[in-house]
């Protein structure tokens, strides 16, 4: 069966599929009826028809193709986005009547904003709609909003976890909760990376002078973060996501303001600085100088992988625009690498160079359009080398390590009372919250020292705990579940620091005789592209 095929609900299949065998339709003509009707053709008909409206010669058939448009969302998006985030729908509606001025006063440039507008807004609708059909149990509905995020970032055609995960959803429903949970993980994580990338490309573009590609990007940029800020708002609070909306949202009005190229990128250059120092706080990982240039030298890596993926096939550039990103993107991997590297080389000249000849084997693969699967392989070693670099520069993993099993028996107390209340919606959520946003990061240090006690966490709060409050269990039963965690998680806390102390004493000796490098205040240096 198709990976389209897979991604209808199993009803539609049935039709599908009985239709072949009494000779309706061929397998050929299946697979594109599925195709069209996904939510995910949907969508890509709605940005379609809205670049036919830009393109158009005449007015009317401007209006025509933005009529048509108008209608796909209505009859299929519309009524999702008022059940699930009803400023969503103000957004798109306000977009398509800006949009029609827009194309009768012959502002196409306007207009194509207003499409970035619609387009990521469905995205945040369509993200909504998986939380929702995840707290609801129903597979059905998760794999169809599903659809639109596999169309748009191409995920079956890729190697994400997510197309495992989604098989074994299709084949067995009742798996969704925990496979929908690391889905929409995976999902934000793709996200996030767009938030940093956009902000990037606007920064190149402003470089090149191309003052409206730059709008483009920072307007892409800031819509794509309305999906995350709910996730940074939950991890962070409401005052960091605020902020970060704050920043995405001033960088659109820098590449709209009558300022100078050279004003606007240094402004941009800034705003980008500082939006990344908060998805690294999101993220959990190191905001000391190395721990940032680190992780944006990781970000940068798996961009270039991903955009010369999609730029060059058979020694030819297949799509010039994805070409010129993965340039951009190897460019400042090679800068931020280059502005630390004496910081990074204080944690192990074996890893440092591995990564330094990495960086210019890479260069020579994408200047001679060398095969694609000889960058993902360097850019998997590399990135190996960094996590490597990264776990040397743990000086804080004791105390981060404690926060997190802190935070975790916080979370399975609240599900405790939230469980005894009759939340069991609330209670599954907290459990969850424990282990995703926060297990993942002991997991590691703990894992060092007591294999065997990290994986008993796991299963004990991952598969075990939640399958119980899925399914009901007595809220004695639940009680002595958290229980055994907690009593576990208190052995983790004598165990986690005597891996943390040896992370210590690697750091406290690299450090001997040279600058004092790890600043938590200091941002990550962004030089000139």
Same mark, same amino acid.
């Given at each position: 069966m198709s990976k389209t095929l897979t991604l209808k609900t199993k009803s539609g299949i049935l039709l599908l599929l009985l239709a072949i065998g009494v000779g309706f339709l061929t397998v050929e003509e299946a697979r594109a009826e599925a195709d069209t009707s996904s939510l995910g053709s949907y969508w890509k008909s709605i940005k379609s028809e809205l670049s036919s409206a830009e393109k158009a010669e005449t007015l009317d058939e401007s209006l025509s193709h933005l009529n048509s448009a108008k209608s796909i969302y209505n009859d299929n998006f519309k009524s999702a986005a008022l059940q699930v985030d009803s400023e969503s729908n103000d957004l798109i509606e306000a977009a398509f009547v800006d949009t029609e001025?827009? $194309?009768?006063?012959?502002?196409?440039?306007? =207009?194509?904003?207003?499409?970035?507008?619609?387009?990521?807004?469905?995205?945040?609708?369509?993200?909504?709609?998986?939380?929702?059909?995840?707290?609801?149990?129903?597979?059905?509905?998760?794999?169809?909003w599903y659809s639109v995020m596999d169309k748009k970032f191409k995920i079956s055609e890729k190697d994400y976890t997510s197309n495992s995960l989604i098989a074994e959803i299709v084949s067995d429903s009742s798996v969704l909760s925990i496979n929908g949970e690391e889905i929409t993980q995976e999902l934000l994580g793709i996200f996030k990376q767009k938030v940093i990338e956009e902000l990037e490309e606007a920064i190149a573009a402003l470089d090149e002078g191309n003052d409206s590609a730059a709008k483009k990007f920072t307007y892409e940029g800031l819509y794509y973060y309305r999906t995350l800020h709910p996730a940074i708002s939950e991890k962070l609070g409401t005052s960091s996501a605020n902020e970060l909306l704050h920043k995405m949202t001033e960088a659109v009005e820098v590449t709209m303001s009558g300022e100078s190229i050279d004003d606007k990128k240094s402004k941009l250059i800034h705003i980008a600085s500082e939006v990344e120092l908060i998805i690294r706080e999101y993220e959990g990982g190191d905001t000391s100088e190395i721990g940032l240039a680190l992780s944006g030298i990781k970000d940068r890596l798996n961009l270039v992988d991903a955009e010369y993926l999609?730029?060059?096939?058979?020694?030819?550039?297949?799509?010039?625009?994805?070409?010129?990103?993965?340039?951009?993107?190897?460019?400042?991997?090679?800068?931020?690498?280059n502005e630390n590297k004496d910081g990074l080389s204080l944690l192990s000249t074996f890893h440092t160079d591995i990564v330094q000849n990495n960086l210019y084997e890479i260069d020579e693969l994408v200047?001679?359009?060398?095969?694609?699967?000889?960058?993902?392989?360097?850019?998997?070693?590399?990135?190996?080398?960094?996590?490597? $670099?990264?776990?040397?520069?743990?000086? =804080?993993?004791?105390?981060?390590?404690?926060?997190?099993?802190?935070?975790?028996?916080?979370?399975?107390?609240?599900?405790?009372t939230a469980y005894h209340s009759g939340d069991t919606q609330g209670a599954f959520s907290l459990v969850t919250t424990a282990y995703l946003d926060n297990y993942e990061f002991v997991e590691g240090p703990l894992g060092e020292v007591d294999p065997e006690l990290m994986e008993k966490i796991e299963v004990d709060m991952r598969e075990n705990l939640r399958s119980?409050?899925?399914?009901? =269990?007595?809220?004695?039963?639940?009680?002595?579940?958290?229980?055994?965690?907690?009593?576990?998680?208190?052995?983790?806390?004598?165990?986690?620091p005597e891996f943390g102390s040896i992370a210590i004493l690697i750091l406290v000796a690299a450090i001997i005789g040279s600058v004092l490098f790890a600043r938590k205040s200091n941002l990550l240096k962004f030089p000139t592209i």
């Open positions: 001025t827009r $194309l009768s006063d012959s502002d196409i440039s306007q =207009a194509k904003l207003n499409r970035q507008v619609i387009d990521k807004t469905i995205y945040k609708i369509a993200f909504m709609k998986m939380e929702l059909a995840i707290s609801e149990n129903n597979s059905d509905d998760f794999q169809s999609d730029a060059v096939n058979n020694g030819e550039i297949i799509n010039q625009v994805e070409y010129d990103e993965t340039i951009i993107f190897l460019t400042k991997a090679t800068e931020i690498f200047t001679s359009l060398d095969n694609p699967s000889k960058v993902t392989t360097i850019v998997e070693k590399s990135i190996d080398s960094i996590t490597s $670099l990264q776990e040397f520069a743990g000086g =804080a993993v004791v105390i981060d390590t404690l926060l997190y099993i802190d935070e975790i028996e916080r979370l399975l107390n609240e599900a405790k119980m409050i899925k399914s009901g =269990a007595s809220t004695d039963d639940v009680d002595t579940q958290i229980d055994m965690i907690l009593s576990d998680l208190s052995v983790a806390k004598t165990v986690v």
